[in-house]
Nanobody, 123 residues
Framework: QVQLVESGGGLVQAGGSLRLSCAAS????????MGWFRQAPGKEREFVAG????????YYADSTKGRFTISRNNAKNTVYLQMNSLKPEDTAIYYC????????????????WGQGTQVTVSS
């Protein structure tokens, strides 16, 4: 079966950096757009960043553009999220997800999800 396993979360001070990883198995990784989403307590799950399988295009939420970088290594079936200049409002559970469509920003359209990894940014 399909598994997405996130890692790399933790506690960091404001202004710091973290790198999240998501290892995929059970699917043809190179044929899936990969996305990162996050959900803070009491809030809806929101799009963070995505990377297409078809053309490698990357796209970001306005709140993360310029601070976060998404990348993928198809040989390792892994997608990454480099997060720099972290802010307390970035605190959330971060999820990776897989979708066959490109440029997908809507959580409901993603086919597969990981269990999430907690990111906490202290002020």
């Amino acid at each position: 079966q399909v598994q997405l396993v996130e890692s790399g979360g933790g506690l960091v001070q404001a202004g710091g950096s973290l790198r999240l990883s998501c290892a995929a198995s059970g699917l043809t990784f190179s044929r899936y757009t990969m996305g990162w989403f996050r959900q803070a307590p009491g809030k809806e799950r929101e799009f963070v960043a995505g990377i297409n399988w078809s053309d490698g295009n990357t796209y970001y939420a306005d709140s993360t553009k310029g601070r976060f970088t998404i990348s993928r290594n198809n040989a390792k079936n892994t997608v990454y999220l480099q997060m720099n200049s972290l802010k307390p409002e970035d605190t959330a559970i971060y999820y990776c997800a897989a979708d066959t469509r490109s440029n997908s920003r809507v959580a409901a359209k993603y086919d597969y999800w990981g269990q999430g990894t907690q990111v906490t940014v202290s002020s």
